[in-house]
């Protein structure tokens, strides 16, 4: 048989066939895999080029996932449906296709001028497929020369085809498996972050609250002991001070060991949490604006410590007789308002400083937000 009008001889399918069963055999890269079948049996049946269209995972189209030179540099780019074109019929009907000269005139062809599909007369195109994994893709070959493709051409390519499509379904499995590991590592990443995020939020909490409460009680109760004799009413001063301060740390004691989940959420919702919050809040009156709107958990919980670290800022430092807080959604974008008309600060240097600005900055970023400070001593921060 010539080897210009059909496909090699007897010997030469034989090692057509073992070297694409050794291509197979490389490893899970779906390209490389396509390119080397590609180059392999343009070689071997004496076709000019040879394109490999591999099945997406959504198995709703198919992407060119090797090619011969120069096409390959089209690799990743062209994409079909399934059943458009010549490649899509044969995707669709799991039927080989035979278009020997007048393709345009073909009512199944569509123009790729990427594959520059006018520049070649002859084409065959089979499925790749096998019994156990269905369908893994099709696998075209076009010659500038007129071509008549025998069924023996089109039974090899056949052949290969099923050859192929075993090897590109484990591709296909090893690269799903490989994105959910990828995307299960990332994942455990923002978990690890957002844990370690709590951890220096209630380090901040106990640091700045309970720890310097208990140093401020010691003291009081040495001063109580040194003047009990002395001084009793002293003493009764000291302890008396001293007893304000127990209750006051077992109350943040209790805020702290209940700080990872506000129960206020479960039981009214974020706009009640932020109420709740307002009317915890000594000698200042709290102008409220909240919307009923319901948000992901994560983003309510988020907003509410963020919410609450403003107001304890505000009874600790701003001085302030009056604040507001304003909570609204409006096309899909959330917004969180806290103001007083307190003392003021400089933003900018406290950015750095304490665990309560960096907790807020980080929570807002953790849920796709960002924090933004408006304040200056002498003026009311926002």
């Not at 000698?283 to 963020?306: Q, T």
């Amino acid at each position: 048989m010539n080897a210009r009008l059909g496909l090699a001889d007897l010997e030469r399918e034989n090692t057509l066939l073992l070297g694409i069963i050794e291509a197979t055999s490389t490893g899970p890269d779906v390209e490389r895999l396509a390119g080397a079948v590609a180059r392999l049996i343009t070689e071997a049946t004496a076709t000019d080029v040879c394109f490999v269209h591999v099945l997406d995972d959504a198995e709703r189209s198919l992407t060119l996932a090797g090619a011969t030179p120069p096409f390959d540099l089209q690799v990743g780019t062209v994409r079909l449906p399934i059943g458009a074109g010549v490649t899509g019929w044969v995707a669709s009907h799991r039927e080989p296709a035979v278009i020997v000269e007048a393709k345009e005139l073909d009512p199944r062809y569509v123009r790729i001028p990427a594959l520059r599909g006018t520049d070649f007369t002859s084409m065959a195109s089979v499925p790749m497929e096998s019994g156990a994994a269905g369908l893994a893709g099709v696998l075209n070959v076009h010659t500038v020369a007129r071509r008549e493709f025998t069924e023996r051409d089109v039974r090899l390519l056949v052949t290969i085809g099923r050859l192929v499509a075993g090897a590109l379904h484990q591709a296909r499995t090893h690269r799903k498996l490989a994105a959910r590991e990828r995307a299960h590592e990332s994942f455990t990443e923002q978990v690890i972050a957002a844990q370690e995020t709590e951890r220096r939020r209630l380090a901040g909490d106990i640091h700045d609250g309970i720890s310097q409460r208990l140093v401020t009680l010691s003291y009081h109760l040495d001063a109580a002991g040194h003047t009990l004799r002395a001084d009793p009413d002293e003493a009764a001063t000291q302890l008396e001070l001293a007893r304000g301060l127990v209750d006051l740390t077992l109350d943040e004691a209790r805020a702290a060991i209940g700080g990872l989940r506000p129960p206020v959420l479960d039981d009214l919702g974020l706009a009640g949490g932020l109420a709740s919050l307002a009317r915890s809040l000594p000698d200042v009156d709290v102008e409220l604006e909240l919307a009923e709107d319901r948000l992901p958990e994560h983003v309510e919980i988020a907003l509410y410590r963020i919410a609450q670290e403003c107001l304890q800022n505000i009874t600790k430092h701003a001085r302030a007789a009056q604040a507001g807080v304003r909570f609204a959604v409006e096309d899909g974008v959330t917004r969180l308002e806290v103001t007083d008309d307190g003392i003021g600060f400089d933003a900018a240097a406290v950015g750095e400083d304490g665990y309560g600005m960096r907790s807020m900055a980080e929570r807002a970023e953790l849920v796709g937000g960002r924090l933004r400070v408006v304040s200056r001593p002498g003026s009311a921060p926002g």
